[in-house]
């Protein structure tokens, strides 16, 4: 076994299913290295059948445990938790609608065994058999698990496909009304039911519940541009497979902001503030 070669192909794949799994791509990038780890210690027969569902069972076992520990951790965390946004780049390997931040909010709210068996059998296509050994329920079990959890996905989903451009141009839209301090204008680009859901985690300026409506939305986003230092500076990047914005001073990223829309109007803003979770875009920094 090449397990340089095995790293290096198998890798991006672990590293896109571990953060589908736990939300965090700092959790991630430990879990996977904490898995070659495993492969390097295994036994030369023990991964021959199928490294890549060998690798995958291994890190979903491992994110199924990190999972668990963040649930613990939310208890005492302060206001909404949400996914750690990350650069469309760094994940290749699956399809963008699959790490869309608005899926993975959704995601979010499966019980931590459902968001495992669903996760692997969506981007994985595993059998429920190999299922079975990642989270030690029996393939009967699994299977009703992931009949549960795909139903409460498709329910809660976004439902809309939005061409990519059409994202892009509301994206900007909405960028142009929040700097114009444009009340009527940002009014008219939101859904009626709109939420804002932000992410400061006590250590960033964010609403510690969620925003509803167009009116609520619109006077808190144009009040939080007002308090902005006149250094800030706002770019236009592509976050989990989609237009989304980044909000820097110099130095580091204060805040990302993506979007979930039908095409027509905006459904919902995600303000991720929390700067242990902007770790994967302080490149953008400079």
């Keep these: 076994m090449n397990l340089d070669r095995a790293f290096a192909d198998l890798r991006p794949a672990m590293l896109a299913l571990a953060y589908r799994i736990t939300g965090s791509r700092a959790d991630a990038e430990d879990i996977v290295q904490d898995t070659f780890l495993r ?4 036994e030369p027969d023990e991964a021959v059948r199928s490294l890549k569902a060998y690798l995958a ?14 649930r613990a951790r939310r208890e005492t965390y302060i206001g909404e938790w949400l996914p750690e946004p990350v650069l469309s780049e760094d ?12 899926f993975l909010v959704v995601l979010e709210r499966l019980a931590p ?14 059998d429920f058999a190999t299922i079975s050994s990642a989270v030690r ?12 959890a795909k139903a409460r996905v498709l329910e809660a989903r976004p439902r809309f496909a939005v061409d990519r451009e059409q994202h892009r141009a509301l994206m900007r839209d909405f960028v142009e009304a929040v700097r ?11 859904a009626d039911d709109v939420v804002l859901h932000g992410d400061g985690g006590g250590k960033a300026l964010a609403t510690k519940k969620p925003v509803i409506g167009r009116i609520e939305v619109a006077r808190f986003m144009l009040a939080v541009t007002r308090a902005q230092p006149p250094e ?23 805040a990302a902001i993506m979007i979930d829309t039908d095409g027509q109007h905006i459904r919902a803003i995600f303000g991720v503030a929390n700067p242990d979770k ?9």
């Design 232 to 254: 800030t500076v706002v770019e236009e990047i592509d976050i989990n497979g989609a237009a989304a914005i980044v909000v820097k001073v110099p130095g580091r990223v204060t």
């Design 180 to 190: 114009e301090q444009n009340m009527d204008k940002l009014v008219s680009l939101l």
């Design 91 to 102: 994940e290749s390997e699956v399809r963008a609608e699959d790490v869309s931040f608005a």
């Design 278 to 286: 902007l770790t994967s875009l302080a490149r953008l920094a400079s």
């Design 113 to 126: 065994v459902e968001r495992v068996v669903f996760v692997l059998r969506t981007a994985f296509e595993l």
């Design 39 to 42: 492969l390097h210690r295994a």
């Design 137 to 148: 329920r029996d393939a009967v079990t699994c299977r009703k698990i992931f009949s549960r």
């Design 57 to 70: 069972t291994i890190t979903a076992r491992l994110s199924l445990n990190r999972l668990r520990d963040q």
